[in-house]
């Protein structure tokens, strides 16, 4: 008998790119061509996050398991996936980088 190294996880790892009951697109950037064409484009939440090689993988790059409603489960890569809510983030403008910014000043009176 061979043991399965398989980690699967359904509560929030920190380090992860994605928490569990987040809503997620599945997006057309997928890195080998793999996803199932009726995912594309839908909307669904993540249930859990599965690590095939737990030594390498954990926590940052594993394997998101995502719900569909009406079509079903399926595992995507984090490069395949879009949260709503990064769409919605305003642009920073520029001169607004905190690494190069110049310190402000306050008095305190």
């Known amino acids: 008998m061979t043991l399965d190294p398989s ?3 359904s509560t929030d790892v920190d380090g992860a790119p994605v928490r569990i009951g987040e809503h ?9 061509g793999t996803i199932s064409p009726g995912f594309l ?3 669904g939440t993540v249930v859990a ?4 090689d737990p030594s390498r993988q954990y ?5 998101i398991q995502v719900r569909v409603e009406g079509l079903g489960e399926d595992l995507f890569f984090p490069d395949e996936l ?3 809510w990064v769409r919605q ?3 920073r403008q520029r001169g607004e980088d ?3 910014a110049e310190p402000r000043l306050h008095r305190v009176q």
């Open 49 to 52: 996050l599965v690590y095939d």
């Open 89 to 91: 983030r305003v642009p």
């Open 82 to 84: 879009e949260a709503p």
């Open 59 to 63: 926590p940052a790059d594993p394997l």
């Open 98 to 100: 905190r690494e190069h």
């Open 7 to 9: 980690l699967i996880v």
């Open 24 to 32: 997620v697109t599945v997006v057309s950037t997928s890195s080998d």
């Open 41 to 43: 484009g839908r909307t």
